[in-house]
């Protein structure tokens, strides 16, 4: 009996106990089993403990903050709202960069013209706050410095700056400046900035100048084409200019008259080769012209690379390059004809006055001859290699002082090796310059060549006098002269050659020379031998 009662009372225990687990878990807020910071669940009381603790509370009066405080109920989480997006920032504005043409001013290192390259960071701002990209800088002042610039070793290096300070100095100068919006993508833009910014370091901004390969202007070519894909080298690769450097050259030095001139005689082929529109754009004002007949290819199909140019200062004063590139030519060609002239009077003078003008041939002749060869070895200008004017003037004729000294000494002397080597010289100078207008190799100013040539003629008149004719009796071909005949019928011929000899009566050799014996046929007294022949002369 005890036992089943004891049961009973341990099942209506545990029956007693779940319903309450029950109640208490019924109340209790859902989280979710991974959050590790949710409030651990408050054991609910029973009603009739809650009841019993009021009325006790009321009964005894117990004053707030006396008593024990129950825990505080799990607080419910409120809902978060979703975070309102922000409005976007404004897009950055896409870069532009322009092309800048400078024309030629009044100092000589101008007359080439200048480009640069304008880059804008906001298309909308101030254009002052712009930078420009600049590779045409150098220093005139280093040693040597006009050495190494004919044989082809001056550094130039780029820089940036803003375009305030360098369009003042260019206004300054009173230099044309025209600029160039370039048409291209935000990703050939952005390639175009990469290559400035990476050109103007300095490990990386310095080169090795060339007026016709490597400039201010051919660097800018470069970087657009690399830009653009290789767009402008292969639609201005194959157009033919039909001009060559060597007539930019005489368009740039027409205000300098001395450049001019002598720009005619150190050119090689390179100098005279035509170019394409390619190789032509090494002077700025070409590189502007090309580039404007060059299309890419747009959002809206192909289009022009440069819109249209904007002025930016116009020239005041007069257009510094004259209009006459071929004047130094025509001046040559003229002082070529003088020479051969007056070497036709040049046989009519002394010998002390032929030695003299020999002279004036042969050093000019030897100098420049030299300078043809130290730039054929030494420059690194292909312009001025493989010259062909080195037929024309030699450091050969280094020889020729020997016959001049000899006639400012007015000594006697047989120059047939000298004649004859004059006669050599002259005859491949004539086939020099006779051909070069047909023979592509042999290309160059003509005018130079010419000039060779009277120069050559001159020496050879100077070493060869013109015969003079002397009134004689004649000798007949059969009667022979003798001895005892000459003292009565030779006072004038001896008279005449007294007043021209130096030293009163002349010997035979100098008659020779003066009165050119053996061509001049006049009444003269030689010893004849035993055979009745007459003894021969010196000429």
Not at 181 to 204: G, M
Not at 426 to 450: D, E, I, N, Y
Request: charged share 25%; with cysteine.
């Amino acid at each position: 009996m005890k036992r089943r009662f004891f049961l009973m009372a341990l099942l209506w225990l545990s029956g007693f106990w779940v319903t309450f687990q029950a109640d208490a878990w019924a109340q209790l807020p859902d989280f979710d089993e991974e959050d590790e910071d949710a409030p651990e669940p408050v054991k609910p009381k029973s009603r009739k403990a809650e009841e019993k603790k009021a009325a006790k509370d009321a009964k005894t009066g117990k004053k707030k903050g006396k008593a024990k405080e129950d825990p505080p109920a799990a607080p419910v989480p409120e809902p978060v709202p979703e975070p309102v997006p922000e409005p976007p920032p404004p897009p950055k504005p896409t870069p532009r960069v322009d092309l800048v043409i400078v024309g030629p001013g009044d100092d000589v290192y101008t007359l080439y013209g200048h480009a640069a390259l304008l880059v804008r960071e906001d298309p909308h701002g101030p254009i002052e706050q712009a930078r420009v990209y600049n590779f045409g800088i150098t220093d005139f002042k280093k040693p040597n410095y006009a050495y190494n610039f004919l044989t082809g070793r001056v550094n130039f290096w780029g820089d940036d700056k803003s375009f305030r300070a360098a369009r003042s100095g260019w206004v300054r100068e009173d230099r044309t400046v025209v600029r160039y919006p370039l048409n291209l993508t935000p990703e050939q833009t952005a390639q175009l900035i990469w290559r400035l910014e990476h050109d103007v370091k300095p490990e990386f901004r310095e080169y090795r100048y060339d007026t016709f390969r490597e400039n201010c202007a051919t660097r800018l070519r470069d970087a657009i084409d690399e830009a653009v894909g290789g767009a402008i080298f292969a639609q201005l690769w194959g157009v033919q200019t039909g001009r060559t450097y060597h007539d930019e050259v005489r368009r740039a030095f027409t205000a300098d008259f001395l450049l001019l001139f002598g720009s005619e005689f150190p050119t090689g082929i390179e100098m005279e080769r035509q170019r394409n529109a390619w190789e032509m754009m090494f002077l700025p004002e070409y590189l502007g012209f090309w580039l404007q007949r060059v299309t890419v290819s747009g959002p809206e199909g192909p289009m022009p690379l440069l819109s249209d140019p904007l002025v930016v200062h116009q020239r005041q004063g007069p257009y510094p390059l004259g209009n006459h590139p071929q004047a130094g030519q025509w001046v040559i060609g003229v002082w070529a004809f003088l020479v051969v002239a007056g070497a036709l009077f040049v046989r009519r003078l002394g010998r002390r006055l032929r030695g003299a003008m020999l002279l004036l041939f042969a050093l000019p002749s030897v100098a420049w001859g030299t300078v043809l060869v130290a730039l054929n070895l030494w420059s690194c200008w292909p312009d001025v290699r493989e010259s062909f004017l080195l037929l024309c003037f030699m450091p050969l004729d280094l020889l020729l002082l020997w016959p001049a000294v000899t006639l400012l000494l007015n000594r006697n002397f047989r120059f047939r090796a000298m004649r004859f080597y004059l006669w050599g010289r002259l005859l491949v100078a004539l086939a020099v310059s006779v051909l070069t207008p047909f023979v592509t190799l042999l290309h160059g100013p003509v005018a130079p060549r010419f000039l060779a040539v009277a120069g050559l003629f001159w020496a050879l008149c100077c070493l060869t006098r013109r015969e003079q004719t002397v009134a004689c009796e004649p000798v007949g071909p059969s009667e022979p002269i003798r001895s005892d005949e000459s003292d009565q019928k030779m006072p004038a011929v001896e008279t005449l050659l007294a007043d021209e000899a130096p030293g009163g009566v002349s010997t035979s050799e100098e008659m020779a020379e003066e009165l050119g014996a053996g061509e001049v046929i006049f009444k003269r007294a030689v010893p004849v031998d035993a055979a009745g022949k007459m003894e021969s002369s010196d000429e």
